[in-house]
């Protein structure tokens, strides 16, 4: 097992807490693809390839999103510890296999902004339970738009009720056709339910309430073969501020820049006390996300659905302990 080091000017105990940071972003199923490099002067993202769904992201498109969720958490702790740092996206011969290297571009005080985005990393939670009937309001949207924004990608606020309507439409039809491919059934089945002592998935605690068919949204499962109804009259909510996070480029750059954005915008929303999900089904089907895309303009790159609004606190989910995410060899410094 690989043994943990300084980097980056940090003492190797500070590197580990930067890891643990990074480790607590969100994934498909909580699977957690990433693993972690680190030598002296830098600190490598690497995917996880072992933790792939290739039934529900054959192109390993998420995986790329959830790894750049993990970047974003990466930056913010450095910067919580006084790093300034030095970003290097598809590093290339200079990292091979790398998704990104972090370098010490220096020292920073961070403001007042990463401070409370640092704050929000071990409470940020991907909220499952049915939200409030109370709206996002105009100032957290702007706030939201904003975060997409500063990482270099966009979030598309679904406004108007015509957009709605497409978008119900586009996540039900999405939805169906998963259900239908046993693959991606039987990956869904692999992390959820009662797994004791597992370090990753989605345990019952964290797979909200069971989605039936009278919602007007179309959501996953968390509860495969298990009985459970719910009360009667107790719909899902009807009315969530849904977005979309869009990069401008496609491919593993785009996807990276839009993981980024994804959990800049998620950990805002935590600061200002907003939970959030995925409805991610009409990315994943490829037909589908084309759809998407042209009722987008046919400009933006569609990467993840969000589900936003006010409810009751969640636990948290498992992480995997930063010893299994490290990779070797953590003192060479070619």
Request: net charge neutral.
């Amino acid at each position: 097992m690989a043994e943990m080091i300084g980097a980056l000017g940090l003492a190797p105990d500070q590197v580990e807490a930067v890891l643990r940071s990074a480790s607590l972003a969100p994934s498909v199923h909580n699977t957690q693809p990433w693993r972690f490099r680190v030598l002296p002067d830098r600190i490598e993202l690497h995917a996880d390839l072992d933790r792939r769904l290739p039934a529900t992201d054959p192109e390993d498109r998420e995986l790329r999103l959830s790894c750049g969720a993990a970047l974003f958490n990466l930056r913010v702790a450095l910067q919580g510890f006084g790093v300034r740092p030095l970003v290097t996206i598809l590093p290339g011969q200079e990292a091979p296999g790398a998704l990104a290297t972090v370098r010490r571009g220096g020292g920073l005080k961070p403001d007042d902004e990463m401070l409370a985005l640092l704050k929000a990393v071990p409470t940020r939670r991907t909220n499952r339970r049915p939200f409030f009937e109370s709206g996002v309001d105009a100032r957290h949207r702007h706030a939201l738009v904003r975060a997409a924004e500063l990482e270099r990608s966009w979030l598309h606020i679904v406004g108007t009720r015509e957009e709605v309507a497409t978008m119900k439409g586009l996540v039900r039809r999405a939805h169906q056709i998963q259900q239908e491919n046993d693959g991606v059934q039987a990956e869904l089945e692999a992390f959820t339910g009662h797994r004791p002592g597992a370090t990753d998935g989605v345990p019952r605690a964290s797979a909200g309430v069971r989605p039936e068919a009278q919602d007007e949204w179309a959501f996953r499962d968390f509860h495969p073969g298990q009985q459970h109804q719910r009360l009667s009259g107790k719909d899902y909510e009807s009315n969530p501020l849904v977005a979309v996070v869009c990069s401008h480029y496609d491919g593993p750059l785009g996807e990276l820049q839009a993981g980024q954005a994804m959990q800049r915008v998620l950990l805002t929303a935590t600061t200002l006390g907003l939970s959030a999900s995925f409805m991610s089904q009409p990315v994943e089907v490829w037909a589908v996300r084309e759809e998407l895309r042209r009722a987008l303009g046919g400009m933006l790159l569609p990467q993840t659905v969000l589900r936003v609004g006010f409810s009751t606190p969640v636990p948290a989910t498992p992480r995997r302990p930063v010893a299994e995410l490290l990779l070797e060899p953590t003192t060479s410094t070619n």
